[in-house]
């Protein structure tokens, strides 16, 4: 077994359970001539144990990992798989399509599958849905990834739950999350100190985008900035009380709320519908 590397944030995964949960919810399909099966990405493929599972059951695979010696051996033992491709560098600087353009058996992917280093999860989950401002253009299908619990958690929390927060809202705007199955921590080696969840994440186009994007965010960071505050307290810098007050009434939300007591679409309408006259 190869030697996990800490600052990569190397933890391998061993569970059988773990990776059958991870294939199941990937819904691969390998296709034939007249059906285009999947395009799978891959961040992080380490010894390859998911990637190996994986091969059999896609049109392609392109596989990120940072680590040069964990390439080599990759490369070694995969490299001579016809729908397998291994690009060596870090996930969140790469740029995709042009390492692509040299592989013209490679096409865009259409799906993530990947056990992912934590430490760079919230970014990794932004660059693959991109944000409210400025979405992925052209979204994947589906993203199945391997993060922590207590990320999962905030990642398919619904509103009023106690781990509902910015983060939720953020992704849920751009996407449907839901879990797919805890891991434990001895699902892996070395165990990491935390547990594991699956999420799968299915990006969506709302059917009422925020109108502002920018000053929506900034309402999300002010709204949820303290915790446990009624949003008109929250928000009180950059809207009148009485006129928020009102607007709840209007949109029948309780005035007393707090923001994690709203839905993804009861916060975009009422940014909306703020537009005019706040004092930003
Ligand atoms: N998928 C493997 C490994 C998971 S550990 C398994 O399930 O066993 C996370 C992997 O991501 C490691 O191989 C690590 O080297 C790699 N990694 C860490 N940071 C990365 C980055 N910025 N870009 C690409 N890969 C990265």
């Given amino acids: 077994m190869i030697r996990p590397r800490k600052v990569f944030g190397q933890h391998w995964l061993k569970s059988e359970k773990a990776l059958d949960a991870i294939i199941k919810a990937a819904e691969c399909t390998q296709g034939d001539r007249s059906d285009k099966g999947d395009r799978v990405l891959e961040i992080g493929p380490g010894t390859g144990i998911l990637t190996r599972r994986l091969l059999p059951l896609v049109q392609s695979l392109v596989a990120v990992e940072i680590d040069r010696d964990l390439c080599e051996l990759l490369a070694k033992q995969l490299g001579k798989t016809e729908n397998f491709l291994l690009l060596q560098g870090d996930f969140l600087t790469l740029d995709l399509p042009s390492h692509l353009a040299a592989f013209p058996n490679f096409q865009k992917p259409n799906k993530v599958v990947a056990n992912i280093p934590y430490n760079i999860t919230g970014p990794i989950i932004e660059k693959l849905l991109g944000t409210i401002a400025n979405p992925n253009p052209e979204p994947f299908d589906s993203i199945v990834l391997l993060v922590q619990k207590e990320v999962a958690e905030r990642l398919y929390a619904k509103p009023g739950s106690r781990t509902f927060g910015a983060l939720s809202v953020r992704v849920q705007y751009l996407a449907q999350c839901e879990l797919i199955c805890t891991v434990p921590a001895a699902a892996f080696q070395p165990p990491p100190k935390v547990d594991s969840a699956v999420v799968r994440l299915r990006p969506q186009k709302r059917e009422i985008p925020a109108l502002e994007p920018r000053r929506f965010e900034n309402f999300l960071k002010l709204g949820f900035g303290a915790k446990r505050k009624m949003l008109r307290n929250n928000l009180q810098s950059v809207v ?40 930003e």
Avoid at 249 to 271: C, G, K, Y
């Fill in 240 to 279: 009148e009380r009485d006129r928020l007050t009102h607007l709840l009434e209007q949109l029948e939300i309780n005035p007393q709320s707090r923001a994690e007591d709203l839905s993804v679409q009861q916060w975009v309408t009422l940014v909306n519908e703020l537009g005019v006259g706040s004092r």
